[in-house]
């Protein structure tokens, strides 16, 4: 099954040049690093405002604030409202930017215990950027009871002008099902329409949604959870056309409208639970999808120890794949990072936050920093020298620990080079009898096939070289790694921040150079801090043994 969609991918790829294989697709690099605790508080949001500004909003107890990044740091929390003295908590908050400058904030009024008040969707302005606010005003109003509630307010801009406000709504919607409600103001905010039923699917809850305008005139699209897809929830997108904005009615379960996020490559089994999706569009036009996910966690059904992952989408919000993890934590299986969004930060960075818990400390709401890479290129090197510095960066890992590598690559008439600089403030030799992987060092593989493979095959390649001197050299025969006598060269120097590792792969040894297709390559960043525990970091978004998820490499001239 599997062969039979990559071949479908693959071949989508060649007759439309739209869609991508999974050999391009953009890969996110997460510097462990970078990671940052912003304060206390749940359910965070990230917004690069018009002046350049980084803003943050976010609950903690009865009222949502906002927070602004200075040059010295994060400065000090503003109080948009609070539910204090009102009995009630609000939570749920989201900001939005509007084409006039001023800042839309709307959050979820939640009632306390026992109050007899109702659940309520409410916003408020603010001409400054945040630092004051205008009096809170209620956009919608619900139930009493929890089951007939209402959830998880988040407002776009079209260039139209039209603002459109989404929450998951429960109230009056029979049986414990959930649907997903729209409000337009056609006046920059100051009235509102009656709701709109979005989407919904009979049996089920559609939710927390979240709203992009697509470039190119390809629609609006949700993304939004959905628990009658497959099992537990799962992200799926709704999709409108710009003429028709919502207009032909509720996309029901069976619409076309309604697909499922995930790229057939990256289906979830049905008892993964992944949910609270996250949508942005990237300058690029990619898009990228976050959602906390349990695959992998115990137990993987519920949110209990979900992860925050992020895919890698194409212009139309389509087949997510290349997953990546923002807050790994790999040695730590009961931590949890929840309410996770995106925002971009750069030409080639992005942001993550999410409300983390399960940690023994720096538990609240988090930032990691990403850097954005494509599709490889090796660098002709006519005369033979090299100097790696001028060398663009190629590939990044160095999420999960505090030892991170930053790889270049380039080619000349007879070998193609690859350089790793890994940054290690604790080198590690493992014990007499160990394996090569549990010392401190790096894996290069290579696909010259480049057939999207499921599985190890002939002409695909594999070294590993690392600090205690060890280099070895392996090839692929009758589907398993085997010794390879193939006059690869590896060298390593050491510096006062790491090591470096070149290596040098001669093109007769690999059947030749490859044409304009390039081929596809992995990597793997072995790290072992004298703990007893070794880290086996892979390249973002691949997996070692599914070649197919590798990364296209070309040869520049």
Same mark, same amino acid.
């Given at each position: 099954m599997i062969k039979s969609i990559l071949a479908a991918v693959l071949c989508m790829a060649a007759q439309t040049g739209t869609a991508q294989t999974y050999y391009d697709k953009i890969r996110i690099g997460w510097d462990f690093r970078k990671q940052e605790l912003?304060?206390?508080?749940?359910?965070?949001?990230?917004?690069?405002?018009?002046?350049?500004?980084?803003?943050?909003?976010?609950?903690?107890?009865?009222?949502?604030?906002?927070?602004?990044?200075?040059?010295?740091?994060?400065?000090?929390?503003?109080?948009?409202?609070?539910?204090?003295?009102?009995?009630?908590?609000?939570?749920?908050?989201e900001l939005t930017e509007l084409a006039d400058?001023?800042?839309?904030?709307?959050?979820? #009024?939640?009632?306390? =215990?026992?109050?007899?008040?109702?659940?309520?969707?409410?916003?408020?302005?603010?001409?400054?950027?945040?630092?004051?606010?205008?009096?809170?005003?209620?956009?919608?109003?619900? *139930?009493?009871?929890?089951?007939?509630?209402?959830?998880?307010?988040?407002?776009?801009?079209?260039?139209? *002008?039209?603002?459109?406000?989404?929450?998951?709504?429960?109230?009056?919607?029979?049986?414990?099902?959930?649907?997903?409600?729209?409000?337009?103001?056609?006046?920059?905010?100051?009235?509102?329409?009656?709701?709109?039923?979005?989407?919904?699917? =009979?049996?089920?809850?559609?939710?927390?949604?979240?709203?992009?305008?697509?470039?190119?005139?390809?629609?609006l699209a949700l993304a939004i959870e959905d628990n009658g897809l497959n099992g537990a929830f799962k992200p799926v997108i709704i999709h409108t056309a710009v003429e028709d904005n919502w207009r032909s009615g509720t996309v029901l379960a069976d619409s076309p409208r309604?697909?499922?996020?995930?790229?057939?490559?990256?289906?979830?089994? =049905? =008892?993964?639970?992944a949910g609270a999706p996250y949508l942005i569009q990237l300058s690029s036009g990619e898009t990228l999808l976050s959602f906390q996910s349990g695959e992998g966690r115990k137990p993987q059904g519920t949110l209990d120890h979900s992860l925050m992952q992020v895919y890698a989408g194409n212009g139309e919000a389509r087949d997510f794949c290349c997953r990546s993890t923002p807050f790994?934590?790999?040695?730590? #299986?009961?931590?949890?990072?929840?309410?996770?969004?995106?925002?971009?930060?750069?030409?080639?960075e992005v942001m993550a936050t999410a409300s983390v818990s399960g940690l023994k400390t720096g538990n609240g709401i988090r930032t990691s920093t990403g850097r954005i890479y494509r599709p490889m290129e090796s660098v002709h090197a006519q005369d033979g020298s090299v100097s790696w510095t001028?060398?663009?960066?190629?590939?990044?890992?160095?999420?999960?620990?505090?030892?991170?590598?930053?790889?270049?690559?380039?080619?000349?008439?007879?070998?193609?080079?690859?350089?790793?600089?890994v940054e290690d403030s604790c080198l590690c030799v493992a014990a007499p009898g160990c394996l090569p992987e549990a010392s401190d060092g790096v894996e290069l593989y290579i696909d010259r096939t480049m057939k999207g493979r499921e599985s190890l095959s002939k002409g695909m390649f594999r070294v590993l070289a690392n600090v205690?001197?060890?280099?070895?050299?392996?090839?692929? #025969?009758?589907?398993?790694?085997?010794?390879?006598?193939?006059?690869?060269?590896?060298?390593?120097?050491?510096?006062?921040?790491?090591?470096?590792?070149?290596?040098?792969?001669?093109?007769?040894?690999?059947?030749?150079?490859?044409?304009?297709?390039?081929?596809?390559?992995?990597?793997?960043?072995?790290?072992?801090?004298?703990?007893?525990?070794?880290?086996?970091?892979?390249?973002?978004?691949?997996?070692?043994?599914?070649?197919?998820t590798w990364l296209r490499c070309t040869l520049s001239e």
């Open positions: 912003v304060c206390g508080g749940v359910y965070s949001r990230l917004k690069v405002l018009s002046d350049g500004t980084l803003a943050c909003v976010y609950s903690a107890g009865p009222g949502v604030y906002i927070r602004h990044k200075g040059e010295d740091g994060w400065e000090a929390p503003v109080l948009v409202a609070t539910g204090a003295g009102e009995r009630y908590n609000y939570t749920n908050a400058g001023r800042l839309l904030y709307a959050w979820n #009024a939640r009632p306390q =215990a026992d109050s007899g008040l109702p659940y309520k969707i409410m916003l408020c302005y603010s001409a400054d950027k945040g630092l004051t606010w205008g009096e809170p005003q209620t956009l919608f109003t619900a *139930g009493v009871d929890f089951e007939e509630g209402c959830w998880e307010p988040v407002a776009m801009q079209l260039p139209s *002008g039209e603002i459109q406000l989404f929450f998951a709504n429960e109230y009056q919607v029979t049986d414990k099902q959930q649907h997903i409600a729209m409000m337009r103001s056609q006046d920059n905010g100051a009235t509102w329409q009656r709701p709109e039923t979005v989407c919904f699917r =009979a049996g089920s809850r559609d939710g927390m949604p979240v709203p992009v305008c697509l470039q190119h005139h390809k629609g309604r697909w499922s996020a995930m790229a057939q490559t990256d289906t979830l089994p =049905a =008892a993964v639970y790994p934590f790999p040695r730590n #299986a009961h931590a949890r990072t929840l309410w996770c969004a995106l925002v971009q930060t750069g030409d080639d001028s060398v663009s960066e190629g590939m990044f890992i160095g999420a999960e620990s505090q030892a991170q590598v930053r790889i270049r690559s380039v080619w000349n008439a007879d070998s193609l080079y690859f350089h790793f600089q205690a001197g060890t280099v070895r050299s392996q090839c692929v #025969a009758d589907g398993k790694w085997t010794r390879w006598d193939d006059g690869v060269r590896a060298d390593v120097s050491f510096s006062a921040t790491g090591y470096a590792v070149s290596v040098a792969v001669p093109w007769k040894k690999i059947k030749g150079k490859p044409g304009e297709e390039g081929l596809a390559v992995c990597f793997r960043l072995n790290n072992n801090d004298a703990d007893r525990y070794v880290w086996h970091e892979d390249m973002p978004g691949a997996q070692p043994d599914k070649p197919y």
